[in-house]
């Protein structure tokens, strides 16, 4: 589906493009010499530059390497990929909503039960477990706050 | 001798019930994040790191070394008995590990795992009783240029030794740069980098990559693979354990040699993973029965263990006395210090003497104590691999969350984390290394101060980088090891040639 020379190559161009886009913001900063040193944009305009030259080796060598032309993520690795990762980036958008405690336990219910029919009444169970262990090891014994949400804040919680 | 007074001294810090209750904690958890496949000890000690504001930096040091003691051991656990390698570093283990496992001597591979691991460590904690306050005092001498140089040769052996692929290598180096430039430029006070976004005025925490990088970008890999556990059996018999202890003694060429490559792979940075095959390679060419590698020859558990814990350790050596990580973990680790309020270099073994030999003398204790502990948990952690992979994903995921989160409690992190994560997938699956991205984001910073710094005293001119005999050789040294991989692809590529058309 997705070949290992194809996979090169995007990887390669996210990477120069982040190297340019480092170095042109880098221009911002000066990116010479005064009388009071090095500039602040010089180190990371060069970092930006080498970069871009380094993606664009491997951009060129994407294609020689070997087993460049094997299939690297075929379909079944990728709707496994989609379903690993599509819940998780889900929970991190309803953080802000739902806050860190129900959010986690809505996340484990949604990914046991539809997808690996785990039975509702364990997934509720480990779903609370979850909640509950979070706000016991973070809030209560390290003090480490963590977010409510809208949700919180419309509880008073 | 002077060292050895110190040695007592911190031996006096470490035994105390708190310290060794830390201990156990950290081996603990420690074998758990081993155990665990989507979790390593980079992310691991990063995860607890937010824990330990308000503790003793002593402690603090304790707790997250024995972590990382824990999740060596721990990695070679699951590497014997499920074939499956818990850290990238226990990898080579699997080779002859799991068949010895599979063939009936599950105690047997275990032992000889764990009482070469214990080795490796013991020669590289001497190492660094002996070695450490030395380089200390030397580094004490020294100014901005020669730390650039250090830095310098740090980043260029990465490349010169990091592998098959040094383009790539150097793009994953440069690219941690840039990450720590993000914010203020401790420098001139400019902000640099935020691509307009306000918040990124804070920088991008080295936390926060780690989580994205090892520890969701594991996942991905993982759920990729399809783990599939299927243990041998786990028991362990206390009289094979013993007996094969033992009989280790009989292997000393290959203890010695692994030892060896270990220290150097772990003071440089190589890294431990780098050095546990590197090592199982070497058992391999100079054994007498090289028929028997991947079939369950006790070299081939004994090199890559030897190597791999000899590395981890003696990785806290530049750490310690430099202030340069020998592997990721240690920059991990590093970063912790310099949250703690320390300056890790050559000053901490003047100012902060409780602290170095505290650490140091814990690291015998805590090897002590982590062998004790993962014998004695083998079974338990044993049965936790064969909770399926589909319940303990999401739980990772839910801690790497919350571990982000904690860092500075912002959202944005959170965010950036998953964006390491899609990029730690593509890295390990293209063999992008990853460890030179964290080093560079933990002490990016410092080697552009040093850099800068060294252009201030010589008013811009490059010569200072040659201005003495010390300065001149580290950089000349850098320069060969950079040069290095360039001259070796070009010949490699005279001599392959005839092999590609085939």
């Given at each position: 589906m997705i070949s290992r020379r194809g996979l090169e190559s995007?990887?390669?161009?996210?990477?120069?493009?982040?190297?340019?886009?480092?170095?042109?913001?880098?221009?911002?900063?000066?990116?010479?010499?005064?009388?009071?040193?090095?500039?602040?944009?010089?180190?990371?305009?060069?970092?930006?530059?080498?970069?871009?030259?380094?993606?664009?080796?491997?951009?060129?060598?994407?294609?020689?390497?070997?087993?460049?032309?094997?299939?690297?993520?075929?379909w079944g690795d990728l709707k496994k990929l989609a379903a690993l990762f599509l819940p998780a980036l889900a929970l991190v958008a309803a953080i802000p909503i739902l806050g860190m405690h129900v959010a986690s336990a809505v996340y484990i219910f949604?990914?046991?039960?539809?997808?690996?029919?785990?039975?509702?009444?364990?997934a509720l169970v480990m779903s609370v477990v979850t909640a509950v262990a979070l706000y016991v090891l973070f809030d209560w014994a390290f003090q480490v706050s963590l977010p409510r949400g809208l949700l919180g804040a419309a509880l008073g919680f | 001798m002077e060292n050895l007074e110190a040695l007592l001294h911190g031996f006096t810090i470490a035994l105390s019930w708190h310290h060794l209750a830390l201990m156990v904690v950290g081996v603990l958890l420690g074998i758990l994040v081993g155990v665990l496949p989507g979790l390593g000890a980079p992310n691991g000690v990063s995860l607890l790191l937010p824990l330990t504001f308000?503790?003793?930096?002593?402690?603090?040091?304790?707790?997250?070394?024995?972590?990382?003691?824990?999740?060596?051991?721990?990695?070679s656990v699951t590497s014997i008995l499920f074939n499956i390698p818990g850290e990238p570093s226990s990898v080579a283990t699997t080779f002859d590990g799991?068949?010895?496992?599979?063939?009936?001597?599950?105690?047997?591979?275990?032992?000889?795992?764990?009482?070469?691991?214990?080795?490796?460590?013991?020669?590289?904690?001497v190492l660094i009783t002996v070695l450490a306050s030395w380089v200390a005092q030397a580094a004490l001498a020294f100014g901005p240029p020669e730390y650039f140089a250090v830095y310098f040769l740090a980043f260029a052996s990465f490349i010169g030794m990091g592998g098959t692929y040094p383009m790539k290598t150097l793009v994953s180096l440069a690219v941690g740069f840039a990450i720590a430039a993000i914010g203020i430029d401790t420098v001139s006070g400019?902000?640099?980098?935020?691509?307009?976004?306000?918040?990124l005025v804070k920088g991008v925490s080295f936390v926060v990559a780690v989580m994205g990088l090892f520890g969701i970008g594991e996942l991905l890999i993982a759920v990729e693979e399809e783990v599939h556990a299927k243990a041998v059996s786990s028991k362990v018999e206390w009289g094979e354990v013993f007996r094969t202890v033992a009989r280790l003694p009989r292997h000393w060429v290959t203890l010695l040699r692994s030892a060896a490559v270990g220290c150097w792979m772990g003071i440089t940075p190589g890294g431990p993973t780098a050095a546990s095959f590197m090592s199982y390679g070497l058992a391999k060419r100079f054994s007498r029965h090289k028929e028997n590698f991947g079939k369950g020859e006790?070299?081939?558990?004994?090199?890559?263990?030897?190597?791999?814990?000899?590395?981890?350790?003696?990785?806290?050596?530049?750490?310690?006395?430099?202030?340069?990580?020998?592997?990721?973990?240690?920059?991990?680790?590093?970063?912790?210090?310099?949250?703690?309020?320390?300056?890790?270099?050559?000053?901490?073994?003047?100012?902060?003497?409780?602290?170095?030999?505290?650490?140091?003398?814990?690291?015998?204790?805590?090897?002590?104590?982590?062998?004790?502990?993962?014998?004695?948990?083998?079974?338990?952690?044993?049965?936790?691999?064969?909770?399926?992979?589909?319940?303990?994903?999401?739980l990772i995921?839910?801690?790497?969350?919350?571990?982000?989160?904690?860092?500075?409690?912002?959202?944005?992190?959170?965010?950036?984390m998953m964006g390491f994560g899609i990029v730690g997938y593509l890295f390990k699956k293209l063999d992008y290394p990853i460890a030179p991205l964290v080093l560079a984001i933990v002490i990016g910073d410092k080697a552009e101060d040093a850099f800068r710094q060294s252009m201030l005293m010589s008013k811009g001119s490059m010569g200072i980088f040659f201005s003495n005999w010390l300065v001149a050789t580290l950089v000349t040294l850098g320069v060969v090891l950079l040069v290095l991989p360039l001259v070796m692809q070009l010949m490699g590529k005279r001599s392959r040639k005839p092999a590609l058309a085939e």
């Amino acid at each position: 589906m997705i070949s290992r020379r194809g996979l090169e190559s995007v990887t390669a161009a996210l990477t120069g493009a982040f190297g340019l886009a480092v170095a042109v913001s880098s221009v911002e900063n000066g990116v010479s010499w005064t009388s009071s040193g090095v500039e602040a944009g010089t180190f990371p305009f060069a970092t930006g530059l080498i970069i871009v030259a380094a993606s664009a080796y491997n951009l060129a060598h994407a294609g020689v390497l070997r087993g460049s032309r094997a299939r690297a993520i075929g379909w079944g690795d990728l709707k496994k990929l989609a379903a690993l990762f599509l819940p998780a980036l889900a929970l991190v958008a309803a953080i802000p909503i739902l806050g860190m405690h129900v959010a986690s336990a809505v996340y484990i219910f949604a990914v046991l039960v539809p997808q690996h029919h785990v039975s509702v009444g364990r997934a509720l169970v480990m779903s609370v477990v979850t909640a509950v262990a979070l706000y016991v090891l973070f809030d209560w014994a390290f003090q480490v706050s963590l977010p409510r949400g809208l949700l919180g804040a419309a509880l008073g919680f | 001798m002077e060292n050895l007074e110190a040695l007592l001294h911190g031996f006096t810090i470490a035994l105390s019930w708190h310290h060794l209750a830390l201990m156990v904690v950290g081996v603990l958890l420690g074998i758990l994040v081993g155990v665990l496949p989507g979790l390593g000890a980079p992310n691991g000690v990063s995860l607890l790191l937010p824990l330990t504001f308000g503790m003793q930096p002593v402690s603090a040091i304790i707790l997250l070394s024995s972590m990382y003691w824990g999740a060596l051991f721990g990695g070679s656990v699951t590497s014997i008995l499920f074939n499956i390698p818990g850290e990238p570093s226990s990898v080579a283990t699997t080779f002859d590990g799991y068949p010895m496992a599979r063939d009936g001597k599950p105690s047997t591979a275990l032992a000889t795992a764990f009482g070469s691991a214990a080795f490796g460590a013991l020669v590289g904690v001497v190492l660094i009783t002996v070695l450490a306050s030395w380089v200390a005092q030397a580094a004490l001498a020294f100014g901005p240029p020669e730390y650039f140089a250090v830095y310098f040769l740090a980043f260029a052996s990465f490349i010169g030794m990091g592998g098959t692929y040094p383009m790539k290598t150097l793009v994953s180096l440069a690219v941690g740069f840039a990450i720590a430039a993000i914010g203020i430029d401790t420098v001139s006070g400019t902000v640099r980098l935020n691509f307009g976004v306000d918040e990124l005025v804070k920088g991008v925490s080295f936390v926060v990559a780690v989580m994205g990088l090892f520890g969701i970008g594991e996942l991905l890999i993982a759920v990729e693979e399809e783990v599939h556990a299927k243990a041998v059996s786990s028991k362990v018999e206390w009289g094979e354990v013993f007996r094969t202890v033992a009989r280790l003694p009989r292997h000393w060429v290959t203890l010695l040699r692994s030892a060896a490559v270990g220290c150097w792979m772990g003071i440089t940075p190589g890294g431990p993973t780098a050095a546990s095959f590197m090592s199982y390679g070497l058992a391999k060419r100079f054994s007498r029965h090289k028929e028997n590698f991947g079939k369950g020859e006790p070299d081939g558990i004994i090199a890559p263990e030897t190597a791999d814990h000899s590395a981890g350790t003696s990785a806290l050596l530049p750490m310690l006395s430099l202030g340069i990580p020998g592997s990721a973990t240690a920059a991990v680790m590093m970063g912790g210090l310099m949250i703690w309020g320390l300056n890790p270099g050559p000053t901490l073994f003047i100012e902060q003497k409780d602290f170095v030999w505290g650490l140091i003398a814990s690291m015998y204790l805590g090897n002590i104590v982590a062998v004790i502990l993962v014998l004695l948990t083998v079974p338990i952690f044993a049965a936790l691999m064969r909770v399926p992979f589909f319940i303990i994903a999401p739980l990772i995921f839910i801690v790497c969350v919350v571990g982000a989160y904690s860092v500075s409690n912002s959202f944005l992190d959170v965010m950036l984390m998953m964006g390491f994560g899609i990029v730690g997938y593509l890295f390990k699956k293209l063999d992008y290394p990853i460890a030179p991205l964290v080093l560079a984001i933990v002490i990016g910073d410092k080697a552009e101060d040093a850099f800068r710094q060294s252009m201030l005293m010589s008013k811009g001119s490059m010569g200072i980088f040659f201005s003495n005999w010390l300065v001149a050789t580290l950089v000349t040294l850098g320069v060969v090891l950079l040069v290095l991989p360039l001259v070796m692809q070009l010949m490699g590529k005279r001599s392959r040639k005839p092999a590609l058309a085939e």
